[in-house]
């Protein structure tokens, strides 16, 4: 071959492997710099803190771990007969307030009637017996609305669709009113969170497509993205006891681009995909037709 062919050709491909690796590092810098995509990807779900209004020992738990509930089923019975009893104690308190506040308008009726008769003073106590006993016979009538209330919460239902989970709950537990006997993660809350880099927002808008893959999945999910987040905690700065600004007098030189909450809601999902929260994805956002990075 000669040898001016030879060197051209050693040139050209030179040149040719040159434009190649610029071209790779270019894509590849836009990828990992510019491209908004994530690995930081997360399925996220409300969980509800189940927790009784009354306290008492669990009388009977009516799920089990992992199942699936609807709004409205019944999870657990907290104490039904000590709260049972109350309500009739309830009532045995109306009828004997009841009975003194007619026996006092009797009274009155009969001072009435004899008029002058009956001295001013012990007319006066006589109409204060029946305010007094009308008074004692509307707190027994709120005393049992509620221990009426407290009944029917004695069972505990669910707020909203979803799935009981890691529940340790058992018969005989006591549980106290407020505190948290078990959580409910809400299927309808369920949503994919991606954390972008804050250099990678300008290309992110809501509405935009995403593309979303779980870890150890095959398939790709669609979805768009739902909104972003309107803002995240200030690691450099905190308030005082005196509420001045404490701000962090070093600043390095390297920055680490802060991560931005993005949320994406699932559009279409291939068949026994398995949203379960906590799960890893890995997010792209595709930008529409025509919309420059």
């Known amino acids: 071959m000669n040898p001016i062919v030879s060197a051209v050709l050693r040139w050209i491909v030179t040149a040719l492997i040159v434009v190649a690796a610029i071209i790779v590092a270019i894509a590849l810098w836009r990828r990992y710099e510019t491209d908004p995509w994530t690995r930081d990807g997360h399925v996220r779900a409300d969980v509800v803190r189940v927790a009784p209004d009354v306290g008492g020992l669990v009388t009977s738990v009516a799920v089990r771990d992992n199942q699936i509930v609807h709004r409205g089923d019944l999870l657990f019975v907290v104490d039904m007969p000590r709260y049972a009893d109350a309500l009739g104690q309830a009532d045995a308190s109306i009828a004997s307030a009841r009975a003194k506040y007619d026996q006092a308008q009797k009274v009155a009726r009969r001072d009435i ?136 007098p070093t600043f390095s030189w390297v920055r680490l681009a802060q991560r931005i909450p993005v949320r994406i809601h699932v559009d279409r999902m291939p068949v026994g995909t398995q949203l379960i929260a906590g799960r890893t994805a890995t997010i792209t956002i595709l930008p529409e037709p025509g919309q420059t990075k």
């Open 113 to 248: 009637a004899l008029g002058d008769l009956v001295a001013t003073e012990t007319h006066e106590e006589n109409v204060a017996a029946v305010q007094t006993a009308k008074a004692a016979l509307d707190a027994a009538i709120s005393a049992k609305q509620t221990a009426q209330l407290n009944v029917h919460r004695t069972t505990v239902r669910a707020s909203v669709n979803g799935i009981v989970t890691n529940l340790d709950l058992h018969p005989g537990d006591y549980v106290g009113p407020g505190s948290q006997a078990m959580a409910l993660v809400d299927t309808d809350s369920i949503r994919i969170e991606g954390y972008f880099e804050e250099t990678k927002l300008r290309h992110i808008h809501v509405g935009d497509k995403a593309r979303i893959r779980l870890m150890g999945d095959e398939h790709d999910m669609d979805g768009h993205v739902d909104s972003i987040a309107a803002g995240i905690a200030d690691d450099q700065s905190k308030s005082t006891a005196n509420q001045l600004r404490e701000v962090d």
